[in-house]
């Protein structure tokens, strides 16, 4: 169980000061992109076992959104990134 996470700028931390938004790999469409693009934006993800992105917000530390990338059947992490400077992060 992952129960801790390093977050990179307040080290390592309980899992249960994080929580979780979802996947962090669909990529936002330009704003005048079709309705069927922004439907599949919004609302259709795939359910994926083993390793995939997630945001994470470091709720209860210091409150900055992360890319977390881990296996959601061993539930190792491989990584945690600022979700600013990640790749496919939020925007
Ligand atoms: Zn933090």
């Given at each position: ?23 962090a790999t ?25 390793r995939i992105r997630e ?11 992360l890319v977390v990338e881990r296996d959601?059947?061993?539930?190792e992490v491989f990584s945690v990134t600022?979700?600013?400077?990640a ?5």
């Amino acid at each position: 169980m992952a129960s801790l996470i390093s977050c990179p700028h307040c080290g390592v931390r309980p899992k249960e000061e994080f929580s979780i938004r979802g996947d962090a790999t669909p990529a936002r469409p330009a704003p005048m992109a079709s309705d069927e693009a922004w439907h599949d934006y919004v609302h259709v993800r795939t359910n994926p076992r083993g390793r995939i992105r997630e945001h994470w917000q470091h709720a209860a530390g210091c409150r900055r959104w992360l890319v977390v990338e881990r296996d959601n059947f061993t539930h190792e992490v491989f990584s945690v990134t600022d979700a600013a400077t990640a790749q496919g992060g939020a925007q």
